[in-house]
């Protein structure tokens, strides 16, 4: 038995180098995963990986083959030190592809042979694919399965044996028509492989939504999201869709204050009371947001199925979402909410910190001086005093001093939807009047090609609930009283400045174009996206299975995967040869030289015969010696014929156009 011994020595390969050309392809397929994976990974990995993959390349084209192992080691042990540096670990999705992608472009060190190459390009059919772990968009996915063609290249020339030509046009095609015929296939695997309910295993994602709502809100916090023109979610109405002042979709309630943040407090021990009759119904298709937080149009009489309405009257999923998540709901439009007011929701709901905003304590003091217990009237007196007092609605706010409601009310006086609803809400709790903060979305653009109300992050808005004696929580909206575009017209057209003015982008053309391609995004989120095991169990409805199971998803599936190899098979043993094309041309050929009036004789050979024919036809004299050439060349030079001869032979036939002789 011989002894296991560790050594940094190289051994000598049996297998022949790379040729240049499967070179160049497998650094064009770790180029692309790269590329793909660049928005998601930090600038100077991915600016680092692309210096280290040219500089490979550079390398091999000027004859270097060998990269020292004293340079391999310290690069891996630097991208791992890197990666962990930056997310603090080394599992997760985000610093896991980062990982993944930098080990990817390191192999190109070591990457001279076969064997290499093939064990490279799995690894970037791999790490392709986990692209789709940050978006299954139709853009993306199309991105993604175009990666697979430079990934085939390389394949195909490593397979290929003797001598060839590096050319597109003849690598090129048969990849293409490779993917083309398994497009069934992986079509028959999507609809047929049996679903889970729930995945068996899921990458953990950073602590960070991606809607820019959560459940802490400080003014300032929503600055980035208020620009973000990404799609939150797409609502459908059963009836009348409500006018925009009225498409408040709430997701968190947050009652406590620390003079920096809000947060959620209390929530209430049971579900509030609710009065009114449900009115409004519809259905959400809600882009991932790695939140459990359902938006839902004020005020819902119940959750969603497979969700949880907590006692502010929001919703939670039970899991986070992580995909596209679609739900119905109802609303109900006109309604008293919490009537009678729990003493500890009322105690919950004045609290204010010490020391904080003495400035707007006094000026709320001065109001309930003036108006008593009025909490309308001390609203209205507030409101006016935004729409009044000089304050400005900017997404480009002043940063605030240590006091933010003092600073932001009687200093810099602008903001947006955060600084008001922070600020009216501590001013009316220092009146002694029971407030909250909402946030969740406002507005919408209501898609007509789509019919339906397509609700994106700038939609992103904070208001304030007041508890009124005698009506329950109400919901008042601060930046309504500074920019009312805000409500009635949405946040584009606050953000664009007084009047909300036409630009480029908001001309009709353009919202033609978008509205059509946010119907496809809708159509590939709701077919694609959103087709789970649910779906996949009425899909043998028509043959009679209402409701299929595991058992009969997997019989269909073997007997489907049996025809179409069965299929694949006959079609590889009875497809015509490479050489039977080049005979099929020849024979073009002799058809149209017969008709123009030479025609072959019993046992004339093709050289033979092409001369004839070039001394019978002197206008097409260089055209048939060099197809007498190729022919020859094809024929006699190789074992098989060359791919790229047998076509530029069939492609010399087709340009040969030769006059009927008239007998």
């Known amino acids: 038995m011989s002894r296991f011994r560790l050594s940094l020595r190289e051994r000598p390969a049996s297998e022949p180098p790379l040729t240049p050309w499967s070179f160049d392809l497998l650094c064009l397929t770790m180029a692309f995963v790269l590329g793909v994976h660049a928005p998601h990974l930090p600038w100077w990995l991915t600016a680092g990986l692309a210096v280290v993959l040219v500089a490979r390349w550079q390398q091999r084209r000027r004859g270097g083959r060998h990269t020292p192992i004293w340079i391999k080691l310290p690069l891996i042990g630097l991208l791992l030190a890197l990666v962990i540096l930056t997310y603090g670990s080394l599992f997760g999705r985000e610093p896991g592809s980062a990982f993944a992608v930098g080990l990817l472009v390191l192999k190109l060190l070591e990457s001279d042979r076969l064997r290499d190459a093939r064990v490279g390009v799995a690894f970037a059919a791999f790490a392709l694919m986990s692209a789709l772990l940050f978006d299954q968009g139709i853009v993306a996915t199309a991105i993604v399965a175009a990666g697979v063609v430079p990934a085939m290249m390389t394949l195909r020339a490593l397979e290929t044996a003797g001598p060839r030509v590096p050319s597109w046009r003849v690598e090129l095609p048969p ?131 497979d969700a949880m309405l907590r006692g502010d009257r929001t919703a939670v999923a039970n899991q986070r979402l992580e995909k596209t998540y679609n739900y119905e709901a109802s609303a109900v439009a006109d309604y008293r909410l919490d009537a009678a007011l729990d003493p500890l929701a009322r105690r919950a709901t004045l609290q204010l910190p010490d020391r904080v905003g003495p400035r707007a304590r006094a000026q709320a003091a001065a109001w309930v ?138 001309a009709a053309w353009w919202r033609s174009t978008r509205d059509r391609w946010d119907v496809v995004n809708q159509w590939w989120n709701q077919a694609v996206n959103g087709f789970d095991s649910l779906r996949q169990q009425g899909l043998l409805q028509p043959f009679g299975i209402r409701r299929a199971d ?103 036939v087709d340009e040969l156009k030769t006059r009927r002789v008239v007998k």
Not at 262 to 289: A, C, K, M, N
Not at 433 to 462: C, E, F, K, M
Not at 591 to 603: N, P, Q
Request: net charge positive; charged share 25%; glycine share 10%.
């Open 175 to 305: 990849v293409l028509l490779a993917l083309l015929v398994s497009v069934p296939l992986a079509l028959f695997a999507f609809l047929f492989i049996p679903r889970l309910s729930s995945p068996l295993w899921g990458a953990p994602t950073m602590d960070r939504a991606t809607t820019g709502l959560s459940d802490r809100m400080a003014p300032g916090d929503m600055a980035e999201v208020l620009t973000d023109d990404t799609p939150a979610m797409r609502v459908t109405f059963d009836g009348p869709t409500p006018i925009a002042s009225s498409r408040y979709f709430r997701a968190f309630t947050m009652t406590r204050f620390d003079g920096q943040a809000w947060s959620p407090g209390f929530g209430g021990r049971d579900t509030g009371t609710l009065e009114g009759q449900p009115r409004i119904h519809y259905r959400v298709t809600l882009e991932p947001t790695r939140e459990r937080a359902l938006p839902l149009l004020d005020m819902p009489p119940d959750a969603p199925t």
């Open 369 to 506: 001086s003036q108006y008593g217990g009025d909490a309308l009237a001390i609203a209205r007196a507030a409101l006016a005093m935004f729409h009044d007092g000089g304050f400005r609605y900017t997404l480009a706010a002043a940063p605030l001093g240590r006091d933010r409601i003092d600073d932001f009310l009687f200093g810099t006086r602008e903001g947006y939807c955060e600084h008001y609803a922070s600020t009216f809400t501590f001013l009316m709790r220092a009146a002694g009047i029971p407030a909250r903060v909402v946030t969740g979305y406002q507005g919408g653009y209501w898609n007509s090609l789509g019919r339906y109300l397509l609700v994106r992050r700038a939609d992103a808005h904070a208001w304030t609930e007041l508890w009124i004696e005698g009506r329950g929580w109400v919901r008042f909206d601060p930046t309504g009283a500074v920019r009312p575009e805000r409500v009635t017209l949405g946040a584009a057209a606050a953000a664009a400045g007084d009047g909300g003015g036409e630009g480029l982008f908001d």
């Open 550 to 652: 595991v058992g009969d998803l997997a019989l269909v599936l073997a007997v489907g995967f049996a025809v179409l190899v069965v299929g694949a098979l006959g079609w590889a043993l009875f497809q015509r040869r490479e050489g039977d094309a080049l005979d099929a041309s020849m024979q073009r050929l002799r058809r149209k030289l017969a008709r123009a009036g030479v025609s072959r004789r019993a046992g004339e050979g093709p050289r033979h015969f092409l001369a004839r024919a070039a001394r019978a036809l002197p206008e097409h004299r260089n055209a048939l010696e060099r197809l007498s050439e190729v022919y020859l060349r094809s024929r006699y030079a190789h074992d098989k014929p060359p791919p790229e001869l047998v076509t530029e032979f069939r492609r010399g």
